[in-house]
Every structure is written in C-alpha cells, then in structure tokens.
C-alpha cells in the first residue's frame, strides 16, 4: 500500500518530504506547525540533527511500519531517541510522522501578526508606520540588542532580536503594499547572495582559512559589483550612519586590501606619537579638535592591526564604567551617605575593590 494514499484522512495542514532529500540539508524547510511526515526516513541521525533546529527533544515522533500483509502500525517515540542505537528506530520504517509545534513558533504565523497589524481595522499606529519614520526606531532596537550581547543576558537577546526581526518583516510588509517588494524577495536576494559569495561551501568544497575566507569575499563582491555595472569607489557602499569608530574601522580595514596600509604596527605606533604631539601643540580649538579627530583615527588604526573592534572594545569600557559608578553609588547609598558629599579618596576605595573583584 503507498503511504501517501494512507495518510490521505490525515488532517488537512499536512507535508509530505521524501527522506532522502533530507540529506542534503541542515535546516527543515517547512513550517513547524504543519503536519510533517518524512516518507522513506535516511540518515537517523541527520534527521536528529534537522529536527533539533526547530523541536524540542522530548517532542513526540511516530514512527510508521508497514507489517507483512501490508497494513500500518505506528510506534511512539521521542525526538531524543532518534539520538541513539544508529538506524535502529527507523530502519523499518515506511515514514515519520512529526507532529506540528504551536502555530506562534512559525515564521509564517508571526508574518500574518505583522499584515494583520498593517491591514485595514489593524494597529493605527502600525498602519501610519512608511519605511522613513520606522527608522530611528530600528537603530534604537539594533543597540538595545547590542546592549544584551555586550551583557550576555541571554534572554535580553532573544527579546530583543525579536524587535529587530519586527523590523524586518514590518519594512517588507510596507514593502509589498507600496509594490515594491516583498519579504520573498529580501529572503531570496541574501540567500543568492550568501551562496554566491561562499563558493567554497555551496560549489567545489574547499578547507580555507578565516583570512582566506574574507580575501575572498571582497573578490567575489567585487565581481559582484561588475556584474551588476555598478561602479564604485573603494569605500562607497560603507554606511555614512554607523557610529564614527565602526566607520573609521571599515575605512582602514577597506583601504588596507589594496595595500593603503603600513609596513608593520611600528608604523601606526610612530603616527599615534605623532597625532598626540601635534595635539599637544594645537593652539585653538578648532585646532585641537581636528587632531584629537586624527588621535582617534590613529587609535582605531591600532585596534585594526591588533585585530580589535574599536566599537566593541569603547562599549565594553563603557559598560565597565557604568557597573563600577553604579557600586560605588551603590554602596555610598547603603552606608547613608550621598555620592556627592563622599571623598573623592573613599570613592577610589570602593572603586578598586569592585576593580579587584571583578
């Protein structure tokens, strides 16, 4: 009997995936609330893998046997146990049947929140909403999340990846209604533009290096760029928005690949001494202010060759800054004093002992 006409009765939102096409991916390519069934099931092992992307390991599976005189029997299993004994749970078996996950785990589902919001009788706010007024909304939500990676407060991330992905879907959606695009085309585009620029992965298979990988990279954009008649200079397509020191960085770090760089670090050094000093001996303020500009291009120069992200490496002073200020306040507060009228000498003291503890 085929399986397929055996599971016709099976309820209506329902996938049918040949096993084998399963081997060549690393992600389920459809929806976790929808019926799943894995016809032919290969590779217990991969198919592990696969489902671990979306499932929890304790979500039930059945497995599906046909029996001599062709009737079907089902057996219940866990996720969690195709991890083991080698093919033995599926070595038999006509399908997989893998029951779906609650629809607000979907991609789809939260897509049709989104439209649901933009859509007459929705959100009004949401419907007011063009890709220009959502825009200082989207830098303020990307350094929220940064703030959580510089934490790592896992569950900061999480959330706030999830207002960065409310972004996303709301342009596109904005997008589609203007008939100028739609979330398809943003998914297709970096996806045709992830596995052009990594022939060594998605082609012929190559071990390369991490630095091989970026030379690379500017290669293949390179080549990109003429395909697509786009003449530009070597640091157009470097945003004029990104905070100065990420600017600065991809300035130097895109300049540097044609060979506008030093010899060796001696030389960012030797520039460095040589910012301070002109500094030192500035004599206005308009003066000052250019070579304290020049001090800190020479500052992210160094960081570059030290392998360093200057942004990075200042949020990360930053928030070193902010926990010490905040014990000491802290501290002032619960010994009754107030952090005005505390001695500058007791403010060092806490301050070095929440130095050495950390």
Not at 243 to 258: F, I, N, T
């Amino acid at each position: 009997m085929d399986i397929t006409q055996a599971w016709l009765e099976f309820p209506e939102n329902l996938v049918i995936i040949e096993g084998a096409r399963l081997l060549s991916l690393r992600h389920l390519l459809t929806p976790p609330h929808l019926d799943t069934v894995i016809r032919n099931p290969e590779n217990q092992e991969r198919i592990w893998y696969i489902l671990s992307e979306e499932y929890p390991q304790d979500h039930p599976l059945e497995v599906i046997e046909t029996e001599p005189e062709g009737a079907l029997r089902t057996r219940k299993i866990t996720l969690s146990d195709l991890r083991k004994d080698g093919d033995a749970q599926i070595q038999n078996a006509a399908a997989l049947h893998v029951p779906p996950l609650p629809e607000n785990r979907a991609f789809e589902f939260f897509q049709n929140v989104v439209a649901t919001l933009r859509a007459p009788g929705g959100c009004p706010w949401d419907r007011k909403q063009t890709h220009q007024s959502l825009r200082d909304d989207l830098l303020q939500e990307v350094y929220e999340l940064l703030d959580g990676l510089d934490r790592k407060d896992i569950e900061t991330i999480a959330e706030e990846l999830g207002d960065v992905l409310l972004h996303i879907v709301i342009q596109a959606q904005i997008a589609l209604e203007d008939g100028e695009f739609n979330l398809g085309d943003v998914v297709r585009r970096i996806s045709e533009k992830l596995i052009f620029r990594h022939p060594h992965v998605f082609a012929q298979a190559e071990t390369l290096t991490s630095d091989q990988v970026l030379d690379r990279w500017e290669k293949v954009k390179k080549a990109e760029r003429a395909n697509q008649d786009k003449q530009q200079g070597l640091l157009d397509g470097i945003s004029t928005a990104m905070p100065a020191l990420s600017m600065a960085y991809s300035y130097q770090k895109r300049a540097a690949k044609v060979g506008f760089d030093w010899d060796s670090v001696e030389g960012v050094w030797q520039k460095l001494y040589e910012e301070i000093e002109e500094f030192r001996k500035a004599e206005t303020a308009e003066a000052r202010a250019d070579e304290f500009g020049d001090i800190l291009f020479s500052l992210v120069n160094l960081a570059r060759w030290e392998k360093i992200d200057p942004e990075s490496s200042l949020r990360m002073a930053n928030l070193k800054f902010c926990n010490r200020v905040h014990f000491v306040e802290e501290k002032a507060k619960s010994i009754g004093k107030d952090l005005f009228d505390m001695p500058l000498e007791e403010k060092d003291r806490y301050w070095d002992a929440y130095k050495a503890a950390e």
